[in-house]
């Protein structure tokens, strides 16, 4: 069974590389010119915050101070990008240091993670028919972690299901999912 523990960390991981990216990027098409003219007096020193904010249309934005962008590639402010940057490896240092679980109550738009894996797992199963497997689900256990259902057998890890070309297929399920291929 994979964890949710381990899926936030893949997911933690791709945004902290993507944010990175976009930032390398942004700075490389500015020219590797700062956001200031040469002899600018830096702004006072004042607190400023990284927020993720959910429009109401359900996209998210990023909020350095008080300006919102919708991708990273956006951020010309180097001091800016530096702090999302920043924001970006606390967040990361926090996620390895906790158990990240979503409370009981919370109702997450869409459908859940074991949801949207196991679409992506029953979509490779028709392309795999030579494969006898067709009773396999993967669920979301009362725990908070993903079950793999086989038959009547439960299994907590992927590595603990005896077939090799069903942990295979488990596997690439889960790589789909983490690149943010299209979910069902």
Do not use: C, N
């Not at 994979?2 to 997911?11: M, P, Q, R, T």
């Not at 990027?25 to 200031?36: D, H, M, V």
């Not at 256990?141 to 890890?157: E, K, V």
């Amino acid at each position: 069974m994979v964890s949710l523990e381990l899926v936030y960390y893949f997911a933690g991981g791709a945004l902290i590389v993507g944010l990175l990216f976009g930032i390398v990027l942004g700075f490389a098409l500015s020219g590797g010119r700062g956001g200031e003219p040469a002899g600018a007096l830096p702004p006072p020193r004042t607190e400023t915050g990284v927020a993720m904010i959910r429009e109401p249309d359900g996209t998210w934005r990023i909020e350095v101070g008080k300006q919102r962008y919708r991708h990273l590639r956006e951020i010309h402010d180097h001091r800016a990008a530096l702090l999302v940057l920043e924001a970006m490896q606390a967040l990361q240092a926090m996620l390895r240091e906790s158990t990240p679980t979503l409370p009981a109550e919370s109702r997450v738009q869409g459908p859940a993670p074991a949801e949207q894996l196991d679409r992506i797992l029953q979509e490779l199963l028709r392309e795999h028919p030579e494969l006898p497997y067709r009773a396999v689900r993967l669920e979301t256990l009362p725990d908070g972690t993903l079950g793999i259902l086989i038959g009547t057998q439960r299994y907590q890890r992927v590595e603990d299901v005896p077939d090799p070309e069903l942990r295979a297929l488990l596997r690439e399920a889960i790589q789909r999912w983490l690149q943010g291929s299209p979910r069902p």
